[in-house]
Nanobody, 113 residues
Framework: QLQASGGGLVQAGGTLRLSCAASVSIFDFNVMGWYRQAPGKQRELVAAITSGGTTDTADSVKGRFTISRDNAKMVYLQMNSLKPEDTAVYYC??????????WGQGTQVTVSS
C-alpha cells in the first residue's frame, strides 16, 4: 500500500514537498516514481528513483523537482519554483521486480498564478 500526502494550494514560485509512505520496504521494488495527471491530460511520469538510487526527472520539471528517499519506506518529491502548469493530481507508484505496478491514491497540487 502506498500513501501519498503533502499536496495543497500554493502560489506560483512556491514550494511543496510530497511524501509517499509505503507499507513495505521500498527496496522490495525495482523503481519508485511520482506521476501526475492534469484535467483532460494523460498521466505522466514526473520523477523516478531506482532501488540503486539512480534518479530521473521529466524535462518539464528538471531543475525544479527532486525525488529522494529517506528511510526504507518513504519517498519524497520536492517541488520548487512551482508553475500553474504543475497543477495536477500527483500519484506515487511502485514497479515490482516481476513487472507489476502499484499505485497510491493521488494528492492534489494546485498552483495559482
Amino acid at each position: 500500500q502506498l500513501q501519498a500526502s503533502g499536496g495543497g494550494l500554493v502560489q506560483a514560485g512556491g514550494t511543496l514537498r510530497l511524501s509517499c509512505a509505503a507499507s513495505v520496504s521500498i527496496f522490495d521494488f525495482n523503481v519508485m516514481g511520482w506521476y501526475r495527471q492534469a484535467p483532460g491530460k494523460q498521466r505522466e511520469l514526473v520523477a523516478a528513483i531506482t532501488s540503486g538510487g539512480t534518479t530521473d526527472t521529466a524535462d518539464s520539471v528538471k531543475g525544479r523537482f527532486t525525488i529522494s528517499r529517506d528511510n526504507a519506506k518513504m519517498v519524497y518529491l520536492q517541488m520548487n519554483s512551482l508553475k500553474p502548469e504543475d497543477t495536477a493530481v500527483y500519484y506515487c507508484a511502485a514497479d515490482s521486480w516481476s513487472g507489476g505496478k502499484y499505485w497510491g491514491q493521488g494528492t492534489q497540487v494546485t498552483v495559482s498564478s
